[in-house]
């Protein structure tokens, strides 16, 4: 049996027939069998999203358009869970299913079996077609009941919907051929750990279902192809609503609850003019708000790679991936020395890391992702500071209570920012639900909690946004350039230089340079290194630190002098992290189980001076480690990295020669 149905939508869709085939209509049953379950155990499933190889090769590098049978059951499987969900949590008849994708060529013909199930199971549904993934997410928070049953798009069918959510389909940085999804509802973020765990398992039980082919290719075959047309034919007008929506909502993040701040940004502009640079590497964002609200500011923009879905080199915004955005900025300054930073985004378009312009070295330069992170602190640290929200008694002690939320890996350079504007950090698991889902805990303890992410992927997240954001990113260093010092009102540099003791620094024409300058001095491994990468072949996580642990203690007893002498340490602290659970003077350190394992080498004073940390990717199949030493001296970086990485591998290596 055949199924085709027309398709018309933006610009990235033309009108086209799809035809799904019966699925493994040429296999025998037992070899279709082993097919579905060769497909999934090759996806990881976890908060941070559901990923895999879609593209029908099975190579994570192909650009086909092609999807495999095993692949397209997946899909409809997971849109059928979430479907499931959204019911169970509605009480109304039809809940409203928003469905987007990133520019990956295999996310159209997901798109239509997701659609299509969703459907089937009783979902009304809107399709953004290509999409940001922080652009969805803002267009599902504008979401009200009211909202939904008075929209001009669709609206006879939205009208009975009481429960609205997302189902956004992308691998965010993994490679061309790698698709997924992320779910989420109405609060602008993906759905909390604990709840993708509740829908992870029914998406196991369904797929362990003895009739589960005849059972999901039911649902593909038997949506109506007239509902099917009608959200197609509609998505250019809900393409249209969803960038309005985050337009709006990425004014209140940048800008925040005082109006001055719109108006400092727009006066420092009328004094030096700001050029920003952006490789948009056919990424979603080639279709979203980054024109109009540079523009709107008088910014100007200029982009390479800003065709959709033309992807023109790695997809991850780090390293080599850095440069060809590098070059760029450097021959848009040579032309208009305005343009002073650039930024480069992932495939969804829900974080960038930037390069700028040294003016000490007078050519560009590709920032760390941890860099990154501790600019945009430092700015909206500096933020809370020159509206009022954050102020201080004669000592110096803030008489606000706030804190930072970041991941496990994040660089204590953090810490260092974080102290001079008496502000908390705490840490959780890597994985941006985590790390939201510790923001909103530490909100109900009566928290500020402006800035939070993921420093070692340079994610930012400003309040009251949920997810990561390039556009985010880059204002916080807009706003460090352009809100100076007038008429005796310090601007956010002066403020951030002051309360770092850092005072004799600062002069009325700092540059970029001279921002990043004043950042505390850390060496940290890159989360995409080569250093930072392993294969492991212990599946037990737990076990393989109570062996490192063994391996760990040996070698402390024969490097401590020499680490106590040369790092300035005094003894060490073992910390676990899952979900958004920090427990610190861990005693086991398989207690961390699948999580981020993290040592501290500490100072007289309390403080760590350095630290090595390690966990199994979630959403990759690799093992990752980490160090990070204060100063400047690489070298220290490069012993604690190679120590590291020696340990993990002798603690795999021991526990599968004993299996």
């Not at 669709?154 to 009481?162: K, Q, V």
Request: with cysteine; hydrophobic share 40%; charged share 25%.
């Amino acid at each position: 049996m055949s199924i085709a149905f027309l398709i018309k939508s933006s610009k990235r869709y033309r009108y086209r027939i799809y035809y799904f085939p019966m699925l493994f209509k040429d296999e025998k049953p037992e070899i279709r069998e082993k097919i579905l379950d060769k497909a999934l155990n090759g996806m990881i499933l976890s908060a941070s999203g559901w990923r895999g190889i879609f593209a029908e090769s099975g190579d994570g590098e192909d650009t086909t358009e092609s999807v495999s049978d095993a692949h397209l059951l997946i899909a409809a499987g997971a849109a059928a869970v979430f479907a499931a969900y959204l019911k169970e949590t509605s009480p109304g008849p039809a809940p409203l299913a928003i469905v987007g994708t990133d520019t990956r060529p295999t996310g159209k013909a997901i798109a239509d079996v997701v659609i299509r199930v969703l459907l089937s199971s009783g979902c009304t549904v809107r399709f953004v077609s290509v999409s940001a993934s922080p652009e969805i997410m803002a267009y599902a928070r504008s979401f009200t009941l009211a909202e939904v049953a008075g929209s001009g798009v669709a609206e006879d069918e939205a009208r009975g919907a009481s429960t609205t959510g997302f189902i956004y389909i992308s691998a965010s940085h993994n490679p061309a051929g790698y698709n997924g999804f992320k779910f989420g509802l109405t609060d602008g973020g993906v759905l909390p750990a604990e709840e993708t765990a509740k829908i992870i398992e029914k998406f196991r039980a369904r797929m362990a279902s003895p009739a589960r082919i005849a059972e999901i290719s039911s649902l593909i075959e038997t949506a109506d192809p007239e509902k099917a047309k009608k959200v197609y034919e509609n998505s250019a007008a809900v393409k249209t609503e969803a960038l309005s929506a985050y337009f709006d909502f990425t004014a209140a993040v940048v800008y925040g609850s005082n109006a001055g701040v719109r108006d400092a940004i727009r006066s420092g502009l009328t004094q030096k003019k700001l050029g920003i640079a952006a490789d948009f590497n056919g990424s979603a964002r080639t279709l979203s708000i980054d024109r109009k609200f540079f523009s709107g500011l008088g910014i100007s923009l200029r982009a390479i790679n800003d065709r959709s879905g033309e992807i023109a080199h790695r997809i991850v915004p780090e390293g080599d991936s850095l440069e060809p955005c590098r070059i760029f900025l450097e021959k848009l300054h040579a032309e208009d020395p305005s343009f002073l930073l650039g930024y480069v985004p992932d495939c969804d378009g829900d974080r960038g890391n930037l390069v700028v312009w040294d003016e000490g070295e007078k050519r560009g330069r590709s920032l760390e992702a941890q860099e990154v992170f501790a600019l945009a602190c430092m700015a909206e640290l500096a933020h809370l500071v020159w509206t009022g929200e954050l102020a201080y008694d004669n000592k110096g002690n803030a008489l606000t209570k706030a804190a930072i939320a970041v991941n496990d890996p994040t660089s204590m350079r953090i810490d260092r920012i974080a102290r001079a504007f008496d502000v908390s950090v705490f840490r959780a698991e890597v994985g941006e639900a985590n790390v939201v889902g510790l923001a909103r805990k530490l909100r109900e303890k009566g928290y500020t909690v402006r800035i939070l992410g993921e420093g070692s992927a340079g994610g930012t997240i400003t309040h009251p946004s949920a997810v990561r954001d390039p556009l985010d990113t880059v204002f916080a260093l807009v706003k460090l350039l352009t809100i100076r010092s007038v008429d005796g009102r310090r601007g956010l540099f002066e403020l951030w230089c002051d309360l770092s003791g850092q005072a004799e620094i600062y002069h009325p024409d700092f540059t970029l340079s001279d921002i990043i300058a004043s950042l505390p001095a850390f060496v940290t491994t890159g989360a995409y290194s080569p250093e930072a990468l392993l294969q492991i072949k212990s599946a037990d996580h737990g076990a393989l630190k109570n062996r490192y642990q063994e391996i760990f203690l040996r070698d402390w007893e024969e490097r401590k002098d020499r680490i106590k002498s040369h790092y300035e340490v005094t003894g060490w602290e073992a910390a676990a992290y899952n979900g958004a659970e920090e427990r610190r003077g861990i005693t086991r350190f398989g207690d961390a189980g699948r999580g981020g394992l993290k040592i501290n080498f500490l100072k007289n004073s309390g403080y760590p001076a350095a630290s090595i940390w390690m966990r199994g990717s979630a959403t990759e199949p690799v093992f990752r480690i980490m160090a990070d030493a204060e100063g400047s001296d690489k070298r220290i970086e490069k012993d604690l990295i190679e120590w590291q990485r020696r340990m993990v591998v002798e603690a795999d290596d021991s526990i599968n020669f004993i299996d």
